[in-house]
């Protein structure tokens, strides 16, 4: 997850993205060129040794300025393209908020097209006039360079005029031999252009070895443990501390939490937005590791145990689910793919997508969204039913939802509520969400205000304490009322 938080990571995937399609052809075509070449070339330059020595060795050096001017601008373009690489990917950026539909709404709303097409055309005109600059840079350096090798062709024609006219070679010699030096020519040319086009390529395998060579971030023990298949004494955050990289916010997002959550346990976390909820859920997932304290799990840190058997007990729902563009069915089936149709069903049951499938055309088989030809755009609620169908298909010993009900209808809601103490049943729940009225049927709420748990205690207790969660629920009541 580190990554996708990291500039210089979305960087290097885009210059491995933008060179990989045509690249590994051009570096085997490069090397079969070169073979072929040489091979032709070698024949040649031994002709022309046997005429003189001073006419192939002429015909090597005017080759070499040209050989220099395009290995000196493969290192410009190199260097220029990773500079432009941020440019680049903003101007795609604009690209997609101009052309995707995630955007369309409020860009026709807001009449925001202009303002992004000015910007991307902007963009894309740098870019071009940064790469013209470069281009006729070189054009202007190979003029030069071919002047030389123009030179040399001339002087060693009129060598081999020369040596005709002497007697030292025959008409017939001399034929050959023009022959073989524009032979020659075009051969070490189509030498040298390989090789300097390898070494051009080579810079795509630094790209790409870049991108081969990151490691996962959350990393896995040499010799994992199995995690527990029942959960006896349930998960201990122990004075955990959590910041997200590369960023700039002094305080940590979570500081000193300590949290216990029992099996068979329904558990709250509570706080205003940014308090770091769904930050603590991904760290109980592993898709980050605490800086400091610990998570266990039955008294184990969480690093000690596979991470694909870790993940596999945790069932979650985030706040930003993902909807996907496939059949109803398998967007559910999607949360356990070892289940059969019967279990897709029971679970879309409990979330209520149930009466949402049913509704359409073809039940269970027909595609969500509107991306392909046949596809049904469901309403957000409804989408909200489909994934939390697909949090309760995992059989998993731990469930989370994070604000899983945001889309909801009331009854749709308290329904959801009243089967989940029943899902719960053997497992462990965590809920996340704004709505007291949700909360208040956990075992143990957790209150967060700024990264630290600063309440903690069922419903009655913290109603009775009067803090802030008892302040919170009164404020919302106080709307019913
Ligand atoms: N990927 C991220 N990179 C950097 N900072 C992040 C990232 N995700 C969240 N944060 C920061 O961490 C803090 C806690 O975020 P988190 O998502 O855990 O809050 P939350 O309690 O779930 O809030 P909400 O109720 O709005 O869902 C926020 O201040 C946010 O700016
Ligand atoms: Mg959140």
Same mark, same amino acid.
């Given at each position: 997850?580190?990554?996708?938080?990291?500039? +210089?990571?979305?960087?290097?995937?885009?210059?491995? $993205? *933008?060179?990989?399609?045509?690249?590994?052809?051009?570096?085997?075509?490069?090397?079969?060129?070169?073979?072929?070449?040489?091979?032709?070339?070698?024949?040649?330059?031994?002709?022309?040794?046997?005429?003189? &020595?001073?006419?192939?060795?002429?015909? @090597?050096?005017?080759?070499?300025?040209?050989?220099?001017?395009?290995?000196?601008?493969?290192? *410009?373009?190199?260097? &220029?393209?990773?500079?432009?690489?941020?440019?680049?990917?903003?101007?795609?950026?604009?690209?997609?908020?101009?052309?995707?539909?995630?955007? %369309?709404?409020?860009? &026709?709303?807001?009449?925001?097209?202009?303002?992004?097409?000015?910007?991307?055309?902007?963009?894309?005109?740098?870019?071009?006039?940064?790469?013209?600059?470069?281009?006729?840079?070189?054009?202007?350096?190979? =003029?030069?360079?071919?002047?030389?090798?123009?030179?040399?062709?001339?002087?060693?024609?009129?060598?081999?005029?020369?040596?005709?006219?002497?007697?030292?070679?025959?008409?017939?010699?001399?034929?050959?031999?023009?022959?073989?030096?524009?032979?020659?020519?075009?051969?070490?040319?189509?030498?040298?252009?390989?090789?300097?086009?390898?070494?051009?390529?080579?810079?795509?395998?630094?790209?790409?070895?870049?991108?081969?060579?990151?490691?996962? *971030?959350?990393?896995?023990?040499?010799?994992?443990?199995?995690?527990?298949?029942?959960?006896?004494? +349930?998960?201990?955050?122990?004075?955990?501390?959590?910041?997200?990289? /590369?960023?700039? !916010? #002094?305080?940590?997002?979570?500081?000193?939490?300590?949290?216990?959550? *029992?099996?068979? $346990?329904?558990?709250?976390?509570?706080?205003?937005?940014?308090?770091?909820?769904?930050?603590?859920?991904?760290?109980?997932?592993?898709?980050?590791?605490?800086?400091?304290?610990?998570?266990?799990?039955?008294?184990? /840190?969480?690093?000690?145990?596979?991470?694909?058997?870790?993940?596999?007990?945790?069932?979650?729902?985030?706040?930003?689910?993902?909807?996907?563009?496939?059949? #109803?069915?398998?967007?559910? &089936?999607?949360?356990? @793919?070892?289940?059969?149709?019967?279990?897709?069903?029971?679970? #879309?049951?409990?979330?209520?997508?149930?009466?949402?499938?049913?509704?359409?055309?073809?039940?269970?088989?027909?595609?969500?969204?509107?991306?392909?030809?046949?596809?049904?755009?469901?309403?957000?609620?409804?989408?909200?039913?489909?994934?939390? #169908?697909?949090?309760?298909?995992? /059989?998993?010993?731990?469930?989370? =939802?994070?604000?899983?009900?945001?889309?909801?209808?009331?009854?749709?809601?308290?329904?959801?509520?009243?089967?989940?103490?029943?899902?719960?049943?053997?497992?462990?729940?965590?809920?996340?969400?704004?709505?007291?009225?949700?909360?208040?049927?956990?075992?143990?709420?957790?209150?967060?205000?700024?990264?630290?748990?600063?309440?903690?205690? !069922?419903?009655?207790?913290?109603? /009775?304490?009067?803090?802030?969660?008892?302040?919170?629920?009164?404020?919302? %009541?106080?709307?019913?009322?």
């Amino acid at each position: 997850m580190e990554y996708y938080e990291n500039t +210089g990571y979305y960087e290097t995937l885009h210059r491995v $993205q *933008k060179e990989a399609p045509f690249r590994p052809t051009r570096i085997v075509n490069g090397i079969l060129k070169l073979g072929q070449s040489s091979i032709s070339l070698v024949v040649v330059v031994g002709l022309l040794v046997s005429l003189s &020595w001073v006419i192939a060795a002429l015909l @090597v050096v005017a080759a070499i300025p040209a050989v220099f001017v395009r290995l000196k601008y493969a290192d *410009k373009f190199y260097n &220029w393209q990773i500079k432009c690489t941020a440019k680049e990917r903003v101007a795609m950026y604009h690209h997609q908020l101009l052309t995707g539909d995630d955007h %369309a709404k409020e860009v &026709w709303l807001f009449g925001l097209g202009p303002l992004f097409m000015r910007k991307y055309q902007e963009l894309r005109k740098q870019l071009r006039g940064e790469r013209l600059e470069l281009v006729s840079r070189r054009s202007a350096a190979d =003029l030069a360079s071919q002047s030389v090798s123009v030179a040399a062709v001339f002087g060693s024609f009129a060598f081999i005029a020369y040596q005709t006219l002497l007697g030292s070679i025959t008409l017939g010699d001399l034929v050959m031999y023009f022959g073989a030096f524009q032979q020659g020519q075009s051969f070490l040319n189509s030498f040298l252009t390989s090789m300097a086009g390898l070494y051009e390529d080579n810079f795509f395998l630094t790209y790409l070895h870049e991108f081969l060579d990151l490691e996962p *971030k959350v990393k896995e023990l040499p010799d994992p443990k199995s995690v527990p298949r029942t959960i006896k004494t +349930g998960i201990t955050f122990d004075h955990v501390r959590f910041g997200y990289p /590369d960023t700039a !916010t #002094a305080v940590k997002v979570l500081e000193d939490v300590s949290l216990e959550i *029992k099996p068979c $346990q329904i558990v709250a976390l509570v706080g205003e937005n940014g308090s770091g909820k769904t930050t603590l859920i991904k760290l109980l997932c592993r898709l980050y590791d605490p800086q400091r304290g610990m998570i266990t799990l039955d008294g184990t /840190d969480l690093r000690a145990f596979k991470i694909s058997e870790l993940r596999r007990e945790m069932s979650v729902i985030f706040q930003d689910y993902v909807r996907y563009d496939l059949t #109803a069915r398998e967007n559910i &089936w999607l949360g356990n @793919v070892d289940v059969d149709m019967d279990e897709v069903v029971r679970a #879309a049951g409990i979330s209520g997508a149930d009466g949402v499938i049913n509704r359409l055309d073809k039940g269970y088989d027909t595609v969500l969204g509107r991306r392909f030809e046949y596809g049904a755009e469901l309403s957000v609620g409804e989408w909200q039913k489909v994934a939390l #169908a697909r949090a309760f298909v995992r /059989d998993s010993q731990v469930i989370v =939802l994070d604000e899983p009900t945001s889309s909801l209808d009331p009854k749709a809601e308290d329904e959801v509520f009243r089967k989940f103490r029943q899902l719960v049943v053997g497992r462990m729940g965590i809920i996340i969400s704004h709505r007291l009225s949700a909360v208040r049927m956990a075992d143990l709420i957790y209150f967060l205000r700024d990264g630290r748990i600063v309440e903690r205690g !069922t419903h009655e207790e913290l109603m /009775d304490c009067h803090g802030e969660y008892a302040e919170l629920f009164e404020i919302q %009541a106080r709307h019913y009322q």
